[in-house]
């Protein structure tokens, strides 16, 4: 069992920066995947950004180029630098991880608000 403990979020003014980082408690054997969806308002839940503990990243279309994740094994954390943060942005994120190719192996934060306003 995995637990996920997210923080970071907030409120922000458009053009500005919000880092999301994401603890893991627990184990999942194997290769994993783990990093950040967000649900905004009017559409289904969305990738962000995600790295497997092997470092390879995958990043949403709206947002590559101007987020950047990372991923610490030894501290089991993840970490999600947002800049150029555009009010499109605003949503609920969540933190997520996964065995590779295993959906029924998952766990999700609860989510963190993130809020692009002027």
């Known amino acids: 069992q995995v637990q996920l403990l997210e923080s970071g979020g907030g409120l922000v003014q458009p053009g500005g920066s919000l880092r999301l980082s994401c603890a893991a408690s627990?184990?999942?054997?194997?290769?994993?995947?783990m990093g950040w969806f967000r649900q905004v308002p009017g559409k289904q839940r969305e990738l962000v950004a995600t790295v497997t503990s092997g470092g390879t990243t995958d990043y949403g279309d709206s947002v590559q180029g101007r987020f950047t994740i990372t991923r610490n094994n030894y501290k089991n954390t993840v970490d999600l630098q947002m800049d150029s943060l555009r009010p499109e942005d605003t949503g609920v994120y969540y933190c997520k991880i996964q065995r590779r190719m295993t959906p029924a192996m998952a766990a999700w934060g609860q989510g963190i608000q993130v809020t692009v306003s002027s």
């Open positions: 627990g184990t999942i054997p194997g290769a994993t995947v």
